[in-house]
Structures are given as structure tokens and as C-alpha cells.
């Protein structure tokens, strides 16, 4: 049966089909051939329990403010900043890009978007100070990872959403993972602009420093209101992201008057469409999942895998590779949709925390999407920059060890994941 399952789904995938089709007819296929008892409605039924989850409605919310903030010069404002205090030291402003990544991950959730708003403004400067680009492009597809590490992450809402796992815990225990990250990717941007005598800028004045500051103060709020909302219980995850829009709305459009209230229709328009692909994958996948848990194939496949009586770090080490190579072929969201039902069962019988398990997959998610072949984030640079395939990936070897390197302490060291319990509780 799971042969027909991938079969069809793979089969619709060269024909052309957009990735939710094959999500959406696999399982009907395999149900109606393997379980003819099954009544169909049970399984469409399924496609609306999927998207009735309450903490979905913070998706559009926060597509719908990092939409806003992308339209304005919200990233422009938070890399003068960071470059104002760091962009003069041997590879500041490598280190300034990677810091502006995680900012704005801060208020996109997205890697792709993060590519997008970073990625354009970063790139100029780097090769203004000596960065070529297979230095340059490199670090910002894989500094945008951090899109994904420090809330709020879509990645992250959709796992809690299949398993049921907290989202607000989520999102507080991607941040210490995230900094770390960051931390690894300061380092070896400096070691890499001193081994190749890379520039960097002038150092900058205090008074230069004092207006970076004035102007990205608002933008530093929005990490430090949702964030902080969150850890303080004044607002759900979903509250926050309602949050997210208004405060987005007042700082470009009533504030820095970035944004026209005539450009908010069109903007509308780009997050409702990219919602109805996340809520449609999400629907499909939910049926998908049932579907497997019906044929009891979790078991089947995870015991095969992982053997009976498997240990907590073994499991997280099979996820990682799982979720990491699947990411490398898939849009990351179809593959938590697909592989989490399959695995998250027998993680828990093995004693593995659900919340440091998200994390591991998220960070997988994030790694895959910058890993050759079929990365998303690969393609959203080739779009941006306008550099052909191979010249995109040149360079990203190194940062793609980084990542691996972090998932590896990760998994030996879940504590690191879980520390945020000794602060944070819902």
C-alpha cells in the first residue's frame, strides 16, 4: 500500500501537479482501493478537521504583517542598525547580515521572505566591501534559516497543529537553539573574512549610531511585543499574531508612511493566495496522515526503521535525517505534514520531550530548505538575484556543515532545547 501511496504521489509530481494534488488524491486512491468498507465522507471529513484547528487563524495574521513589513524598509532599518555597532570588526557585516536575518525572522516567520527583504539590501553591501558572490549569497540563504528558528515560525504552528503540541512553548524554545545558530554563524564569518582579507566598513560615529538606533527602534519593537507577550501570558499565539498585523499596519502605513493605504489590497491579495496553499497542504496533509494511521503504517514503518524499543536520542537522530533529506526535495511544510504523524507516535513512547522534537524538526525543515537539490530557498535566490543554479550554491557547503553540526548538539543535548521550562510555563 505505501508503494501506491508514493507511487501516485510521485507519478503526479513529474506529471506537473501542483504538490497539494498529489497529497489530496494519493490517500482517496489507496482508500478506496485498500479499504472499500471505508465511507469516503469520513476521509473528506477529514480536510475540514485539519484547518478548524484555532491557532491556524495566526498563519494569515502573520504572512499578512511580514507582507506589510517587506513592503516597507523594515530590513534596511534593522541592518543599519546592527551594521552601525558591528559593521567596522573583520567580518561585521557578514555578521551584521546574519543578525538582520534573525530579526526579521523575528517578524516573518518565513526563510523565503527573509531571502526576499534581507537578501537584496545585503548582498550590495557585501560585494561593496570585497564579498563575491558565492560568499555572499550563501550566508543569507542559510542565515534566513533563522526565519525559521526564532518565532514566530509557520513551521512551528503547523507541528503543533498535527501533533497537538503547544505553540507558544514552541516558539519560546526556538529562541536559545536560534541564538546558538547565530552564534556559530558570527563565528565563521569572522574566521572567513580574516583567512580571505574581506572588508568591511567604516566604523561609525556615535551620533550615526544614535539615528540607526531612532530609526529601527519601532521595528525592534515587534520582537520584543509578541515575544513578550507570549512569555508573559497576556496573549496567545494567536492573539499575538492579530497583534503582528496592527502593529505592522501602524508602523508602515500611519508611522513611516512606507506603505500606502492604496498598496494594502494588493498586499492582501499575496497573503491570501500564499494562505490558501498552507491551508490546503494542511488540510490535505491532515487527511494523508489519517489515512496512514488507519492503515497502521507509523508502526510498520518506524519499527522497521527503528527497531522495537528504540533509545530517545536514536529516534531524534533518524527524525533529523528523515525530515532533513525529505526538505531537500519537498517545501518543508509538506514534509512535516507527511513524516510527523509517522514518527511523533513512537518518539513519545520513547520518552521524547514533543516540544525539543519540534524544535529538531524545525531545524531540519530549515536546513533542508537551503540544501541542494531542490531547497525552496535555493530557487527564491536564483529569482532574487538573478544568478544561474549552479552559481547559487557555490559556497553553501560550509554553513550547511554548521547546521548539521547544531542539530548534532541538539539531539546529544536536548536540555539545550528544553531550558526555556525553567522560565517559561503556559
Known amino acids: 500500500m505505501i508503494w501506491m501511496l508514493l507511487g501516485i504521489m510521485f507519478l503526479l509530481l513529474f506529471l506537473g501537479y501542483p504538490i497539494m494534488v498529489p497529497l489530496i488524491a494519493a490517500p482517496l486512491v489507496v482508500a478506496l482501493i485498500f479499504f472499500p468498507e471505508l465511507n469516503p465522507m469520513v476521509l473528506i471529513q477529514q480536510f475540514s ?31 543599519d542598525l546592527v551594521g552601525s555597532f558591528i559593521g567596522h570588526i573583520r567580518g561585521g557585516y557578514a555578521i551584521t547580515t546574519a543578525a538582520a536575518c534573525a530579526l526579521f525572522g523575528s517578524i516573518s516567520g518565513s526563510t523565503q521572505a527573509t531571502v526576499v527583504a534581507v537578501g537584496k539590501p545585503t548582498r550590495e553591501r557585501l560585494k561593496e566591501i570585497g564579498y563575491k558572490d558565492k560568499q555572499a549569497i550563501p550566508l543569507i540563504i542559510n542565515a534566513s534559516d533563522l526565519a525559521l528558528m526564532i518565532p514566530p515560525s509557520i513551521a512551528m504552528i503547523v507541528y503543533g497543529v498535527v501533533t497537538g503540541t503547544s505553540v507558544g512553548e514552541l516558539f519560546i524554545a526556538g529562541i536559545v537553539p536560534g541564538l546558538i545558530i547565530f552564534l556559530f554563524f558570527a563565528l565563521y564569518s569572522y574566521f572567513l573574512a580574516t583567512a580571505k582579507k574581506l572588508g568591511n566598513e567604516r566604523k561609525a560615529t556615535w551620533k550615526q549610531r544614535g539615528r540607526a538606533f531612532k530609526k529601527a527602534i ?33 508602523l508602515e502605513v500611519v508611522i513611516y508612511r512606507d506603505v500606502k493605504l492604496s498598496e494594502l489590497p494588493k498586499i492582501a491579495e499575496s497573503t491570501a493566495i500564499v494562505t490558501a496553499a ?38 531524534l537522530f533518524i ?26 507516535p513512537v518518539a513519545m513512547d520513547a520518552g521524547v520531550d514533543p516540544i525539543a522534537l519540534g524544535i529538531i524538526v524545525t531545524l531540519q525543515a530549515a536546513i533542508g530548505s537551503a540544501t541542494p537539490p531542490f531547497g525552496v530557498d535555493i530557487f527564491t535566490a536564483i529569482a532574487v538575484f538573478q544568478q544561474p543554479y549552479k552559481e547559487i550554491i557555490k559556497g553553501i557547503w560550509p554553513y550547511i556543515l554548521i547546521l548539521v553540526a547544531a542539530s548534532a548538539l541538539f539531539i546529544l543535548f536536548p536540555e539545550i532545547i528544553t531550558s526555556y521550562q525553567y522560565f517559561y510555563s503556559e
Do not use: H, N
Request: charged residues 5%.
Open 218 to 250: 519601532l521595528p525592534l519593537g515587534f520582537p520584543i511585543v509578541i515575544i513578550g507577550g507570549i512569555y508573559l501570558g497576556i496573549f496567545s499565539p494567536t492573539e499575538a499574531a492579530a497583534v503582528s498585523v496592527l502593529y505592522a499596519f501602524l
Open 49 to 79: 478537521i485539519g484547518i478548524q484547528t484555532f491557532v491556524l487563524l495566526a498563519v494569515p495574521m502573520f504572512i499578512f504583517a511580514a507582507d506589510i513589513m517587506s513592503s516597507g524598509k523594515t530590513s534596511t532599518r534593522l541592518l
Open 278 to 315: 498552507v491551508f490546503i497542504l494542511v488540510a490535505a496533509g491532515t487527511a494523508l496522515s489519517w489515512i496512514l494511521s488507519y492503515a497502521k503504517l507509523p508502526q510498520e514503518i518506524t519499527e522497521a526503521v527503528l527497531g522495537s524499543d528504540p533509545s530517545a536520542t536514536y529516534v
Open 319 to 344: 527524525v533529523a535525517v528523515f525530515f532533513f533529506v525529505g526538505c531537500m526535495f519537498v517545501d518543508p511544510l509538506v514534509v512535516i505534514l507527511i513524516l510527523t504523524p509517522i514518527f511523533y
